[in-house]
């Protein structure tokens, strides 16, 4: 597989940017054989193909003011009313086909989805040869405010662009399952989330000053947890410390109202079914889970 490219890079307030070439590369369609992050070790054999049918997906810039941001954006082609909207936080990997694919499954279902390319500043995380390489050189240097403002962006584009702000929804996997869960603490517009298998605890620093644990009171939006029981990364021990603090923060409805599946023998990164992690029960059954949640919650 050949990811040699010229690379043009443009300067966006003296940030460096990928460029659009960049970002379709890691939208490539499967049977180019292209489209994942290598180092996830993908498995072809098992992965979950979303045709176009009914729906419009592709990639879009979205403009505000000094920011560009890449993303990946589906909707159905038969709707003309307003439609709800669902943002997707990818893994560290980035926006690839995956997340693309699960774009498209909401889009099926109704939704304007959009999976924002939280990264592009720092990098491109398919060029790097390890996930340590990847949370040191990409993750390491994507402050939560940052990703925050950037949901901002996407929302106010979806509302211009035939998304209904009064049913917004989130979820997102392992980096944006921890993602999903800051934004249901800080921007107001969310009604839900859902996050799979995301951190909740973590040492703090200037570009993370805060973890879900620490947010629970905070929370303004009810947010569905799928964990799994052996996963090796976030023990159920962290998903308790994150009960409690959610117990202990009286008079919040969103904190009450949230809540945890766990799938006792699921390891991390079971909804992803490009990698050898993917367990298609637990994944099905989160992902109808998912699914009501957001219908629950009037999204």
Known sequence: MDFDHIRDVEALSGVALRTRREFLRNTSVIGAGLGFALVAQPTFAQVIQTDFTGIKAGEEIIKDGDTELYAYVARPTSNTDKLPIVILASEIFGVHEHIADVARRFAKLGYLAIAPEFFTRAGDPTELGTMADIMSQIVAKTP??????????????????????????????????????????????????????????????ENFPAHPVDLAAQIKAPVLGLYGGKDTGIGLDTVEQMKAALAAAKGNKAAAASKFEIYPDAPHAFHADYRATYQPGPAKDGWAKCVEWFKQNGI
Request: some cysteine; glycine content about 20%.
């Open 144 to 205: 939560d405010k940052q990703v925050m403002g950037d949901i901002e962006i996407a929302l106010k584009w979806a509302g211009q662009h035939g998304g209904d702000l009064g049913r917004v929804g989130i979820t997102g996997f392992c980096w944006g399952g921890r993602i999903t869960w800051l934004a249901c603490a800080n921007i107001p517009q969310i009604r839900a989330g859902v996050a799979w298998y995301g951190r909740l605890v973590g040492e703090k620093s």
